[in-house]
Structure formats: structure tokens, C-alpha cells
């Protein structure tokens, strides 16, 4: 049957067949992960098989006291303008926190103290105080240490995450405001920073990523910290993958950690490796349908 035969009423005329109600209808295709679902679950894997623990990260909403000033990040850190970070507006401010703990923070960042000089500048609570979108799941590595360092008995731990993080970035082809980050974080006494370089290579080795090389770099809450390379024969050139370090005394020692606790950690995005094993070179490609304007 055809649009001309209904226009001209032609189709009175033709005799058609016995509509067959028994014909089976199209196997519909069936439904299937999301790139960054099975790449997250791969690594969720992985990081079970190497005995860690997976840390609550279902709050997106952080106050600044746990995702910088717990972090010995300054007050007046460019990461926390409003350039860089979503603040919220309504609620705009938290005022729960512990008070000694509280207390000790503010004083390193002003005093130093643990051998630190601190920052030597005026620490404000209402800058703590404000709520915005966590900008790293270091947030909640700093309250899972902070939790554990008011157990008994210390006991080593190994905690990871991996989920969505907001930055106030200008987007392009391979930036969005948001990411998942990945991170991993080790508690023990007398670790190394050998021993972060060696869990380095293990860890990314399990994800088919060899001959890593380590970077100097900088991160408030690490010293040392070190950028993560590996040569990725594919697309023939170095490739970042990753950033760790160690928390800073200024850091652990304030939550009352004792100091023979060295805490080494790293992260990583989902995205990055996820474009590279899918072949996808637009992030946008990975959020939703292209909108062929
Ligand atoms: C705003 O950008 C941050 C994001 C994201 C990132 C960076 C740092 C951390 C961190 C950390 C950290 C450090 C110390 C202590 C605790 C956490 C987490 C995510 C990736 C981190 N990066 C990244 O994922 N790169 C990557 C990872 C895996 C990979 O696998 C492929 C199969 C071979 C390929 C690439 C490095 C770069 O892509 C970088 O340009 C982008 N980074």
C-alpha cells in the first residue's frame, strides 16, 4: 500500500493478504553499559581483588572545611574562587564541624605546628563554612581519615572511590564542568613513597598500563606528589595517568593521626581511559545522545 493508492482511493480496489498476527515482531536490541560504567566496574574490580574498602561518596554537596581546609589547601588557594568551584547558594553555609578538630585546623593553617610553619595568614570560618559541589573525592578521603584516626586501635586501611566531581571549567572536546574521579588511598605505618611508586606500577599494570615514569609535581595535600606517565604504544606518544602523593603532615596530623602514619594515595579520571579503550576522542560523545543540530 502506498501513499498515492490511499490519495487516489486506489486501495479500495487491491485485495491485500490476511494480516498474519502471529508474525513475530523485530527482536528489539537489547539494552547495554554505559563505556563509563563498564570501565568503572572493571576498575571497582580491581581494586576489590587488591583487598580496598569503598568509601561513601554519595554526596555530591561537600563544605569547604572537608574538601580544602582539611586538606591544609589555603583559604585564599586559587582552586577555591568561584571560577573554579560551584559554591552553593541556598544552603549556602554548614555549620556542623568538630570543634577541637576544627580548632587544630585553623591552627595550623595560621601557626603551622607537627614542624610546620602553616600558611601564616588570618583563617576565616565562613570561608569553611561554605557549601559548594565537591571538586575531588579527596574530600572524602580526608573524612574517612579523620574517622579513622578516632578508632581505638589504629589498623591499616584501604580505602577507594569512584564517582562524580565538579569543577567550574570552561568545557571543550575533552573538558566538561564534571568528571569521575578515581582515587585510591593506603594507611600504614612506615610507608614509602617506593612503596606508592611500586603500588603504581601493580595497580595500572592490572589495567594492561606498563613502564610507568613518575613526574614531580605539586598538590597542597601531598609532599612529594608526582605525576603518573606511561608510553602508550597506540597512540605513540607519553600519556598523563595519573597524580599521588602523600598527605602532608599538616594534614593528617591535626585529624590525630599518629605520625608514624604515612598515608599515600593517587587518582585518576574515568573518562581519560575510558575515550582512549573506546576509541572516543569527543567527552561529549560519552554523555548522551549527539544532538546532530
Ligand atoms: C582536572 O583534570 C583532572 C583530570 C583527572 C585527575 C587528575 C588528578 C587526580 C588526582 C589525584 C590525587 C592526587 C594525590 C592524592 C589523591 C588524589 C584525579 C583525576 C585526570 C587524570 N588523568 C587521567 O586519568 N589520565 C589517564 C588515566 C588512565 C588512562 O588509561 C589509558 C588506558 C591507557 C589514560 C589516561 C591525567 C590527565 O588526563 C589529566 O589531563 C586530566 N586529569
Known amino acids: 500500500i502506498t501513499a498515492e493508492m490511499l490519495q487516489s482511493g486506489e486501495w479500495k480496489q487491491a485485495n491485500f493478504k490476511k494480516y498474519n498476527f502471529d508474525a513475530l515482531g523485530i527482536p528489539p536490541t537489547g539494552g547495554h553499559l554505559h563505556p563509563l560504567m563498564k570501565v568503572r566496574e572493571e576498575l571497582r574490580q580491581i581494586f576489590f581483588e587488591m583487598g580496598f574498602e569503598e568509601m561513601p561518596t554519595n554526596k555530591y554537596v561537600e563544605s569547604s572545611f572537608w574538601n580544602f581546609d582539611a586538606l591544609f589547601q589555603p583559604q585564599q588557594h586559587p582552586a577555591r574562587d568561584a571560577h573554579d568551584t560551584f559554591f552553593l547558594k541556598d544552603p549556602a553555609i554548614s555549620t556542623q564541624f568538630p570543634t577541637e578538630y576544627l580548632e587544630r585546623v585553623k591552627e595550623v593553617h595560621t601557626n603551622g605546628g607537627y614542624g610546620s610553619i602553616g600558611y601564616g595568614y588570618n583563617w576565616k570560618i565562613e570561608e569553611a563554612q561554605k557549601l559548594l559541589l565537591r571538586t575531588h573525592t579527596t574530600a572524602v578521603s580526608s573524612f574517612m581519615l579523620y574517622n579513622l584516626a ?75 606528589s608526582m605525576e603518573i606517565f606511561s608510553y602508550h604504544q597506540g597512540l605513540g606518544k607519553w600519556v598523563e595517568i595519573g597524580n599521588s602523593g602523600m598527605f602532608r603532615p599538616e594534614m593528617l596530623e591535626p585529624m590525630g593521626l599518629d605520625p608514624e602514619i604515612r598515608v599515600i594515595a593517587w587518582g585518576l579520571s574515568l573518562e581519560r581511559p575510558t575515550m582512549i579503550k573506546y576509541g572516543i576522542d569527543n567527552i561529549r560523545e560519552l554523555l548522551g545522545h549527539k544532538v546532530n543540530l
Open 150 to 224: 578516632r578508632k581505638k586501635e589504629f589498623k591499616p586501611v584501604k580505602y577507594f572511590s569512584i564517582d562524580r566531581v565538579f569543577r567550574n571549567e570552561t568545557v571543550d572536546a575533552t573538558h566538561l564542568a564534571e568528571f569521575n574521579q578515581v582515587e585510591g588511598v593506603i594507611a600504614d605505618k612506615g610507608l614509602t613513597l617506593g612503596d606508592l611508586i611500586g603500588f603504581m606500577e601493580t595497580f595500572f599494570g592490572k589495567m594492561g598500563v606498563k613502564n610507568l615514569r613518575f613526574k614531580p609535581a605539586y598538590n597542597p595535600y601531598t609532599e612529594p
